[in-house]
């Protein structure tokens, strides 16, 4: 929980940060690139957006690209989030690791 409202607080950091150093309201709405490793990562962050009070569409666009388990694509969707000139890019990881039992 603790790691999804930094990543969240970081995202809207960056988007807010010039609209309170000149104390205007910005009308932009903000690119998000957002590289996801799978679907529960996407529902993290999300979630932690939306407790910000962030909605998409209103305060900023999302821009996804879905890694779906094929590690070699990595690069190749990074490239195309880079092309997209994004305000910020995050990268989500939404695989938990596990233990091993013995």
């Known amino acids: 929980m603790q790691r ?3 990543l969240a607080s970081c995202v809207v ?22 590289l996801l490793t799978s679907q ?11 407790e910000l009070g962030h909605v998409e569409g209103q305060s900023e ?19 195309e989030l880079v092309q997209l000139n994004p305000d910020v890019i995050v990268v989500v990881n939404g695989y938990q690791a596990q233990r091993e039992e013995g």
Do not use: N, W
């Open 4 to 6: 999804r409202r930094f």
């Open 13 to 34: 950091g960056l988007a807010v940060t010039p609209r309170a150093a000149f104390g205007q309201q910005s009308t932009k709405i903000h690119r998000v690139g957002v």
């Open 40 to 50: 529960d990562g996407e529902d993290q962050f999300l979630g932690a957006l939306k």
């Open 61 to 79: 666009i999302i821009e996804r690209r879905y890694m779906s388990d094929r590690k070699e694509r990595l690069s190749v969707l990074g490239a």
